[in-house]
């Protein structure tokens, strides 16, 4: 099993250019995130999906779209490059919620690194 | 929002030596997460506390929740080289949101 597996590992766009992130797992999870980690600033959720077509704001959605047409795949959106946006970018997949007191393991991508010019 | 408090920022050890890095919540927590990031790697999960008190082990590493499921501690015994890396903890606030501690960096010196 691949697990997590994040496309591309790095990308270098100019401001305004529009990109899109592919994250695919194959542990038949409910659940898939997207963060962004930055310097000192830990890792911050921008969406989530809970499952195949629905998605949800994570602390930091602005400037991002997704979207979860297939329950293995996460896409993550940025259609207005901004130098703010430059970071490592990192999906990960869970299995659901089985109460309300406990979330589950989350298993990460590779990561994707980029740079906005 | 919420927020999880871990300290320190950065911890530098001698090889051998304890390491303990903490989370603090201001609010009661239902359950907490720690994750290890190595360098230039991703977030790998540790282990997941629930109960109040409740205090873990792996090996050379002790899991403890506060009693008032406020705080949490990671203790790594006798450091070695292989426990570089960033450790942090997670909590879910209350819109269900997944909230990251800033982490704290381990180096050990040899």
């Known amino acids: 099993n691949a697990g997590v597996t994040q496309t591309p590992k790095f990308r270098v766009l100019k401001t305004g250019q529009s990109m899109t992130l592919l994250c695919a797992q194959d542990?038949?999870?409910?659940?898939m995130y997207w963060y962004r980690q930055d310097p000192g600033m830990g890792l911050r959720l921008i969406h989530y999906?809970?499952?195949?077509?629905?998605?949800a704001k994570g602390e930091v959605p602005d400037g991002y779209n997704v979207s979860r047409l297939k329950k293995q795949n996460f896409l993550l959106g940025l259609e207005s490059a901004a130098p703010s946006q430059t970071s490592v970018y990192f999906c990960?997949?869970?299995?659901?919620?089985?109460?309300?007191?406990?979330?589950?393991?989350?298993?990460f991508g590779p990561g994707t690194r980029l740079t906005v010019l | 929002g919420q927020q999880v408090m871990q300290i320190p920022q950065y911890q530098h050890v001698q090889e051998g030596e304890d390491f303990t890095t903490y989370c603090n919540s201001s609010t009661t927590l239902s359950n907490i997460q720690w994750y290890k990031q190595r360098p230039g790697g991703h977030p790998v999960f540790l282990i997941q506390l629930v109960k109040s008190g409740e205090v873990k082990k792996q090996k050379r590493l002790t899991f403890q929740f506060g009693e008032a499921k406020k705080n949490s501690s990671l203790h790594i015994t006798a450091t070695q080289t292989t426990d570089v890396g960033t450790y942090f903890c997670?909590?879910?606030?209350?819109?269900?949101?997944?909230?990251f501690g800033k982490g704290t960096r381990l180096h050990i010196l040899p």
């Open positions: 542990m038949n999870h409910e659940y």
């Open positions: 999906s809970v499952g195949e077509g629905t998605t």
């Open positions: 997670t909590i879910m606030n209350r819109d269900d949101k997944i909230i």
């Open positions: 990960a997949s869970s299995r659901p919620r089985t109460s309300a007191k406990t979330y589950n393991e989350q298993f």
